[in-house]
């Protein structure tokens, strides 16, 4: 792939989910820098001991950097609150120009139960955030897009995946030290979202609208710093979240995206093929 033009973001509306922490915050506050206008959207509303990072904290830090944003409490689980967090951006800010589906079911006991003790709610949760909310605002989403002249939809795909250009996948690890990599409810539903994507491209197109999956990689977010301390997983093949982030911005700001539409790509690999580089100010917020 040859690196495109990035067009101006500036006045952008761009609603990004799960912007509490991790690769939704970084991305909130870099599209920001370009002059967007982010809405941001999470469950976490209140400061967790558990877990660090909430919505209105990455508020603070894009108002600070001088950008503008509101932060909407949103359950992806709950249909009602899906319809209030596009009804907001299109109230405070006439519309949405881009989508990021970031937001994924990766804690509580559902993360590493294996397929026998897995329950039928939790199968059926990790598909609710991870491939039915991606649904249901998309499906809000594209006739506002439409009427603005277009759209880009962005979602967060794994390493489960077809971007490793290989005939074949590599063998998926049971576990990475004491962490268990047996999460077959986030791994399936996941690539139900990138089928959606590949399915609905062709459709979207005659919409002037691209839908591109990411896939982030092991990326150094603050719940991996806290696996990495209890669990062992090895954090030095962990890429920084300005890595995903510097790609979901590109893929909002190339010149044609539908070069790209309906396809899955790996964030690390394809900013090094294409040359692509950091903005001068952009640093990785603190894990």
């Not at 359950?75 to 109230?91: F, N, P, Q, S, W």
């Not at 809000?140 to 077809?162: A, D, F, Q, Y």
Request: hydrophobic content about 45%; glycine content about 10%.
């Amino acid at each position: 792939m040859e690196r495109q033009e990035e067009l101006n973001l500036t006045g952008k509306v761009v609603i990004i989910t799960g912007a509490s922490r991790g690769v939704g915050r970084q991305a909130g506050i870099d599209f920001a820098r370009r002059g967007a206008k982010v809405v941001l959207a999470a469950r976490t509303v209140e400061a967790d001991s558990a877990l660090p990072g909430t919505i209105g904290e990455t508020l603070r830090e894009i108002e600070a950097l001088g950008g503008e944003a509101i932060a909407v409490a949103t359950d992806l689980a709950k249909e009602e609150d899906l319809e209030r967090l596009v009804a907001a951006a299109v109230e405070r800010f006439g519309g949405v120009d881009v989508l990021v589906n970031n937001a994924a079911a990766t804690t509580g006991d559902i993360w590493g139960k294996p397929f026998s003790q897995l329950t039928r709610a939790e199968w059926l949760y990790q598909f609710d955030v991870n491939v039915h909310a991606p649904f249901t605002l998309t499906q809000l989403c594209v006739p506002i897009m439409e009427k603005r002249g277009g759209g880009r939809i962005i979602n967060l795909s794994t390493g489960s995946g077809e971007v490793f250009r290989k005939v074949e996948e590599p063998p998926k690890l049971a576990a990475q030290g004491t962490f268990s990599l047996a999460v077959p409810g986030y791994y399936s539903s996941k690539r139900a979202l990138d089928r959606f994507g590949n399915c609905m491209a062709p459709e979207f197109f005659t919409q002037n609208i691209a839908i591109i999956g990411v896939h982030p990689g092991l990326v150094a977010t603050e719940l991996v710093a806290i696996r990495v301390k209890e669990k062992g997983l090895d954090p030095s093949v962990a890429v920084p979240t300005t890595v995903p982030s510097r790609m979901l911005v590109y893929f909002a700001a190339c010149a044609n995206p539908f070069e790209y539409t309906g396809r899955l790509f790996w964030a690390e690999r394809e900013m090094a093929d294409m040359g692509i580089e950091l903005d001068a100010e952009t640093t990785a917020c603190p894990a």
